[in-house]
């Protein structure tokens, strides 16, 4: 129990856990958007964030990003890299939607099939990107961690009471909740918007009266494949890495900050991304980092407990400006 | 199938204010037949529910133009034959055609787009969307703007002078790239909807959620909704539902307004009086069962009619 070291670098910590809780509020916007629309878990989300990040891989392999490039560069290939991890996330969301979804809902199956068939599909492109890309393609296919070139170098940009603001730190920060006061706008004030939250609310009745149910269904799954894929660009961008059971434990941070926000709320995303993430930076600061997965549950229950619809608790139909 | 009962009063305060008519022409719809013509055909339509038979063999026609008025008791199977003419169920056996179309078996939201909409005996307003909002959800059914089309907004319109914005940069923007259409169309369903709630006379709380909305206005709010999606055939099932006698005499105003502006009604009601005053033809369901269809005049005379339904008190609902 070191409180000690915890109070004495709590900007930083605080900045850390900012930074990781960000990735998980994108990822868990896709779980809300779903949920909200279909009251469906889609647990295939996961690995939905997984492909955006190989395409990341992909996008700088393709054009030989490395690091160490001009400052135009290192723009055109992270704007890139961005493009392709959200038109990869959001064509893999909406192939699982299609395939593992869509017809199970025109047979009018019960809700626990759907999670079966999510889990499946999950674990389908884990294994697709862990075994089978290997044996057609090789590495850097297989079941190890590889490495994503930093392309986007890390560098202090400015200093605010001794705490370093990093290039890196700020796009994260910043893009993150840029994407997501997008979003929010997008599903109060734009029509489409307005479709979605009719069907959040009613969806016989929105359908009733002239709203297609299909097609916003879609359109909330390519829109949380889209922020997914944005995570991805940004955690590649952190941590350089990826893997092909990547998935998991982000997809089971951001559905736990998607639950400790109020699932079906798009601001709860954002707070229980953020407060997620603190928590487990903070843990990991007290006790050791061993203590980070264990604390981010525990304090789940306890969340829960005393606010069982979360901490904004309400839905996406609700969510209002 | 049971047909709850709504025992929710009105509110005492609640100010009904009166339809300005002069925008009539802006929101009246274009037809696409003539005064008189078959619009829906109700043929042979049998509909079970496992052993249950909810309809059987009920049999009529609506014309264009006219206010048609589906009764019967509880339980005989109105809200059942409006659920199969706007999708919500399929019938068993027999067909239902609008303007020549089948329809039986059509997603609902492609048979509202046909130019069918309806309204709920339990209101099922959007609730946590203003009222503005709600209406606007139904013009959002006629806009023409794909997905994409609205997300990039690809489509461009080059604007008249009154579609320009006032403001500098962004008027010179619209000239040399032009007002993309969804703009347009958002911008034409805010203005149609505000006419609309104007139409129904509760436009002076737009901007409220609609759950927070007394009674009566939640109930007019459904009819502009439904209107919003410009529907030939316009469906509303009890829509006095809870309204004491002067709400129902302005009710049966606004559903012959509702006629005057192109759309063809079919009115579900208990409240007898409301029923042989504002309809044209009156359709009597019993047991599933249609046991007569006639004018007002003749089915009040109806001894079957008589026997089944009018031997109860009106407010049997």
Not at chain 1, 279 to 288: K, P, Q, R, T
């Amino acid at each position: 129990m070191d409180f000690d070291a915890l109070i004495s670098g709590l900007d930083r910590h605080t900045l850390d856990g900012i930074t990781r809780g960000s990735i998980y509020a994108l990822v868990a916007l896709g779980y809300t958007m779903v949920y909200g629309v279909m009251k469906l878990i889609n647990f295939a989300h996961s690995e939905v964030f997984m492909v955006g990040t190989w395409a990341v891989l992909g996008t700088y392999t393709a054009i030989g990003a490395t690091a160490g490039m001009g400052v135009g560069m290192v723009i055109a290939a992270t704007l890139l890299a961005l493009l392709a991890a959200m038109l990869a996330s959001a064509g893999t969301a909406l192939a699982v939607e299609r395939i593992a979804y869509r017809p199970l809902r025109k047979k009018g199956a019960p809700p626990l099939i759907f999670l079966i068939t999510g889990i499946g599909c999950s674990i389908v492109l884990v294994e697709t990107f862990g075994q089978v890309l290997r044996v057609i393609f090789g590495p850097p296919f297989g079941r190890v961690t590889v490495n994503i070139p930093s392309v986007l170098e890390t560098t202090t940009l400015f200093e605010i009471g001794g705490l370093n603001i990093t290039n890196t730190r700020l796009l994260i920060i910043v893009g993150a909740i840029a994407m997501m006061f997008a979003l929010d706008t997008f599903v109060n004030k734009s029509r489409l918007g307005r479709g979605v939250r009719a069907v959040a609310q009613d969806p016989d009745t929105a359908s009733l009266m002239g709203v297609n149910q299909e097609r916003v269904i879609m359109l909330v799954f390519v829109l949380g494949g889209a922020m997914a894929g944005v995570a991805a660009l940004l955690y590649s961008i952190q941590y350089d890495i990826t893997k092909f059971d990547i998935g998991f434990f982000i997809g089971l941070k951001a559905f736990t900050a998607a639950v400790l926000g109020g699932i079906g709320n798009l601001r709860g995303a954002l707070v229980g991304g953020l407060f997620l993430g603190i928590a487990e930076v903070y843990a990991s600061i007290i006790w050791s980092s061993e203590w980070t997965n264990v604390t981010a549950f525990v304090v789940l229950v306890i969340i829960l407990m005393f606010r069982p619809t979360g901490l904004l608790g309400e839905s996406l139909g609700k969510a209002r400006a | 199938m049971s047909e709850p009962t709504s025992s929710t009063s009105t509110v005492a305060e609640e100010q009904v204010v009166l339809p300005d008519t002069s925008d009539h022409d802006k929101i009246a719809i274009e037809q696409s037949g003539k005064q008189g013509d078959v619009l829906l055909e109700v043929d042979h339509v049998t509909l079970r529910f496992g052993g249950v038979v909810a309809l059987n063999d009920v049999d009529f026609q609506i014309r264009r133009g006219e206010i048609l008025g589906l009764i019967g008791p509880n339980g005989a199977g109105k809200t059942t034959c409006f659920n199969a003419m706007t999708g919500v169920y399929t019938p068993t056996d027999g067909k239902i055609r609008f303007k020549g179309h089948e329809i039986a078996g059509i997603k609902p939201h492609k048979i509202n787009h046909l130019g069918i909409a309806r309204t709920f005996q339990n209101i099922r307003l959007f609730p946590e969307m203003s009222a503005m909002e709600n209406v606007m959800v139904g013009c959002d059914a006629r806009h023409k703007s794909s997905v994409p089309g609205v997300l990039f907004r690809l489509v461009r319109v080059r604007p008249s002078e009154e579609e320009l914005p006032a403001s500098g940069i962004r008027r010179s923007l619209a000239k040399v790239f032009g007002i993309s259409r969804h703009t347009l169309e958002e911008r034409a369903g805010r203005k149609r909807s505000m006419e609309l709630l104007r139409f129904v006379g509760i436009a002076d709380r737009a901007g409220e959620l609609a759950r927070n909305l007394p009674y009566g206005y939640q109930r007019r709010l459904e009819i502009a909704r439904a209107l919003a999606t410009e529907p030939e055939l316009i469906c509303l099932d009890e829509p006095a539902a809870g309204f004491n006698p002067a709400e129902k005499e302005d009710l049966m105003g606004l559903i012959r307004r509702i006629r005057d502006l192109g759309h063809t009604v079919l009115v579900i009601e208990h409240d007898m009086k409301l029923v042989l005053g504002v309809t044209d033809r009156i359709v009597v369901l019993e047991f599933g069962q249609k046991i007569a269809e006639g004018t007002p005049d003749e089915v009040a005379r109806n001894p079957k009619v008589i026997a089944a339904y009018l031997g109860e008190p009106d407010d049997a609902a």
